[in-house]
């Protein structure tokens, strides 16, 4: 027979983080009752009716409340808080209730993922129903802690009220001198920015409730005291320039921060790779958007990959659109965002890049030209950097394929990550705090952007060099001499010697096939996509002649371009 739930009551159950409870109670199969000022439950009513009761209320009428509830909550239930102080709420609900009793503390605001946060319990009465407790949030993935109410109020008067009154301290500072904040923001790297989030997201709460926070535990006050004391004594040897005296003070801190020091430096390295990345990624996007409106040309962006260059080369006068991916760049051609794509289709010793056969394939966009180009690896670094300790190397998988023997001989162990082009992984080097990193890329990506170039030329063979396609979805003049080449693909009929025929057409009709490649049909197993190029053009009668003949024994056949 399965045990009866209890019922849980939560009084203040309309404000957000008695919704937020009610919510993650329900959820886990319980019973809920709600009170608050405009319920018609009143809070002696659900007191009477639950065997959980939550004071979910202000800090500054949680202990009026309780006053009031305390007597008529069950001798056999649990009568908790959700205060951010707790000396006062304990002593209260172990002097008015005979029930269990428990402070609680969720160290969270109702915006966030209860799963790692950490709740604070401050025992009172009644270790059977804190074990409930205890299991319920510790099966939702909460972090618990349990401490005595005045040990708790002692901590939260530096956790939480120190670090407000800086927080709320610093903002009105910048109201009262009148700071751009557009402009303040501006020039911030990703650290700085960082300590910004902090500081708005606490003055985008609830002024209220920090006001609450920081007047109702008693031991902030001689906490900001101190702070403010100490601050004191830093202005002072500020104005006296007193380097000496300021690396004193400095270093007292770190010393008795300890390893945390070292944590910190962790941690904030990885929250300001994402940070940047994140904010990067708006960027690029509002760049984007603004440059669609007036481009003539996608490439795989951004600036200094060997798609930019290679435009620049042969394209220097068109306005160019940074695309993130060889799809993006494809379907700016097709959206008619763009009149032309310069996108890669072919390295000379890796082969084909499937993303380009696939758009081709997909889309109305054709090979209206190729242009060929020099490939010039370089590996590089932060300045400071020492060659001899990179442990991550990021680059394009055709680069990092392409240096596979210069990184097996010098980086063995490396670890190789692949990214959207080379000059991504330049941008991945330069804003990581991890100096233990590096980038293959062009020589001109490294140098634009500040990094150390350690070696040069490392691709695998000479000579390397990649096939760019101008792609257009609408007839297009180049101004390049023709090499005389038609690109095609086609699916052969399931029967014996079916490609085997077509290629016959192709040398009866005396027509030379420069290129031939077979990819999965990704449809199902065993079905090809054959991807050649021929010379000739689609005017001639032997090359109409073949076509003809190709497309009756073929289930599929597309012309991707003619060059």
């Known amino acids: 027979m399965k045990t009866k739930k209890p019922v849980i009551g939560i009084i203040g159950g309309k404000g957000a983080m008695g919704?937020?409870?009610?919510?993650?109670?329900?959820?886990?199969?319980?019973?809920?009752?709600?009170?608050?000022?405009?319920?018609?439950?009143?809070?002696?009513?659900?007191?009477k009716k639950s065997d959980i009761v939550i004071v979910s209320v202000p800090i500054d009428k949680t202990v009026e409340i309780i006053e009031e509830v305390a007597p008529f909550v069950k001798k056999s239930g649990l009568l908790m808080d959700l205060t951010s102080t707790k000396e006062d709420p304990v002593k209260t609900m172990l002097k008015f209730a005979k029930s269990s009793v428990l402070g609680c503390h969720p160290?969270?605001?109702?915006?966030?993922?209860?799963?790692?946060?950490i709740v604070v319990f401050t025992p009172g009465r009644g270790k059977k129903w804190q074990n409930f407790m205890q299991k319920i949030f510790e099966e939702a993935g909460v972090n618990i802690k349990i401490i005595s109410a005045k040990e708790h109020d002692k901590i939260m008067a530096i956790v939480q009220g120190l670090q407000h009154f800086i927080s709320v301290n610093l903002a009105y500072t910048l109201a009262k001198e009148k700071t751009s904040i557009k402009k303040f923001l501006d020039l911030q790297s990703p650290v700085y920015r960082i300590t910004m989030?902090?500081?708005?997201?606490?003055?985008?709460?609830?002024?209220?409730?920090?006001?609450?926070?920081?007047?109702?535990?008693?031991?902030?006050?001689?906490?900001?005291?101190?702070?403010?004391?100490?601050?004191?004594?830093?202005?002072?040897i500020i104005e006296k320039k007193d380097i000496k005296s300021f690396v004193k003070i400095f270093n007292k801190g770190k010393k008795h921060l300890g390893k945390f020091t070292q944590k910190a430096q962790d941690e904030s390295d990885q929250v300001?790779?994402?940070?940047?990345?994140?904010?990067?990624?708006?960027?690029?996007?509002s760049v984007w958007e603004r440059q669609k409106k007036k481009a003539d040309i996608a490439i795989l962006g951004p600036k200094d990959t060997y798609s930019h260059i290679a435009s620049e080369k042969y394209f220097p006068n068109k306005t160019k659109l940074f695309c993130k991916t060889i799809e993006e760049a494809f379907s700016a051609v097709e959206k008619n965002q763009v009149k032309l794509g310069l996108i890669p289709i072919e390295n000379?010793?890796?082969?084909?890049?499937?993303?380009?056969?696939?758009?081709?394939?997909?889309?109305?966009?054709?090979?209206?030209?190729?242009?060929?180009?020099?490939?010039?690896?370089?590996?590089?670094?932060?300045?400071?950097?020492?060659?001899d300790k990179i442990e991550i190397i990021y680059s394009h998988p055709q680069a990092l394929a392409q240096a596979g023997d210069f990184l097996k001989k010098h980086y063995p162990k490396v670890i190789k990550i692949p990214v959207s082009s080379t000059a991504e992984a330049v941008r991945q080097v330069k804003a990581s705090a991890n100096k233990n990193i590096g980038a293959i890329s062009s020589v001109q990506a490294s140098k634009n952007a500040g990094l150390k170039i350690v070696h040069k030329e490392i691709e695998n063979k000479e000579k390397n060099e990649t096939?760019?396609?101008?792609?257009?979805?609408?007839?297009?003049?180049?101004?390049?001499?023709?090499?005389?080449?038609?690109?095609?693909?086609?699916?052969?009929?399931?029967e014996p010697g079916a490609l085997l025929s077509v290629l016959q057409d192709f040398a009866d009709e005396k027509i030379n096939l420069t290129r031939i490649e077979s990819r999965p049909s990704k449809r199902k197993f065993g079905e090809w996509i054959f991807f050649i190029d021929i010379e000739g053009d689609l005017q001639k009668k032997n090359v109409k002649k073949a076509l003809k003949s190709v497309k009756k024994?073929?289930?599929?056949?597309?012309?991707?371009g003619e060059w």
Request: charged share 30%; glycine share 4%; aromatic share 12%.
């Open 197 to 236: 989030d902090f500081l708005g997201r606490i003055l985008h709460q609830e002024p209220y409730l920090y006001a609450n926070i920081e007047i109702q535990n008693e031991q902030i006050p001689s906490h900001i005291k101190s702070f403010l004391n100490s601050g004191e004594d830093l202005l002072k």
């Open 19 to 47: 919704l937020f409870f009610q919510e993650f109670f329900e959820k886990r199969g319980f019973k809920v009752l709600i009170s608050d000022l405009r319920t018609k439950l009143s809070n002696k009513e659900l007191a």
């Open 348 to 387: 000379k010793f890796e082969g084909a890049v499937s993303a380009t056969f696939d758009n081709l394939l997909a889309g109305k966009s054709k090979i209206v030209a190729m242009y060929k180009m020099e490939i010039n690896h370089a590996v590089s670094v932060h300045p400071d950097a020492n060659k």
């Open 107 to 117: 160290m969270f605001g109702p915006t966030n993922n209860i799963k790692g946060q």
């Open 272 to 285: 300001i790779d994402y940070l940047f990345e994140k904010i990067s990624s708006q960027e690029e996007k």
């Open 553 to 560: 024994k073929s289930k599929f056949i597309k012309i991707l």
């Open 467 to 494: 096939r760019f396609a101008l792609i257009s979805k609408k007839d297009f003049k180049v101004n390049n001499k023709k090499e005389g080449r038609v690109s095609l693909a086609f699916t052969t009929k399931d």
